[in-house]
């Protein structure tokens, strides 16, 4: 297919990036749809042997486009937020319903994280971004 035909389909190359997003954003959080913080690395390991580990294509999109258009913008933001807030509920599961958006905070950046390095260690950096996560939510382990 010609790129005049696929921009005369989607709009712009803006918008298609946005659909490709919006589509990735489904898959990836219905993918995390997971109770427990090994639950969650598990699942990002899996996601990583199944799609390949080339990092976040949100951020990569966002950062190709230079950072300046709307729509990718918004769509980096509702994706990770949607994640973060997951994280936050797993978090919350793992502690007894405490609510910690801190700690949230360090296992969002764990995972985040694992999903860069992944690219150059491996699926490897998921497992251990998942024992430093459970060692940050259970020290008492």
């Known amino acids: 297919m010609s790129s005049r035909t696929l921009y005369k389909h989607a709009g712009s190359k803006t918008a298609l990036i946005a659909s490709v997003l919006t589509e990735r954003d489904r898959r990836f959080l219905r993918h995390m749809e997971v109770d427990s913080l ?18 976040c294509l949100f951020l990569r999109a ?7 258009q709307a729509a990718i913008t918004a769509a980096l933001r509702a994706h990770k937020q949607a994640l973060f807030e997951r994280i936050q509920a797993i978090v919350a599961t793992e502690t007894g319903g405490k609510a910690d958006p801190a700690l949230a905070e360090q296992v969002m950046i764990l995972h985040e994280g694992a999903t860069a390095a992944a690219v150059y260690r491996g699926a490897d950096a998921v497992a251990r971004a998942r024992d430093a996560a459970i060692a940050l939510v259970h020290p008492e382990a």
Do not use: K, Q, V
């Not at 090994?38 to 990092?55: K, M, N, P």
């Open 38 to 55: 090994e639950g969650l690395f598990d699942a990002l390991a899996e996601w990583i042997r199944t799609e390949g580990a080339r990092g």
């Open 62 to 68: 966002h950062g190709e486009t230079g950072g300046d």
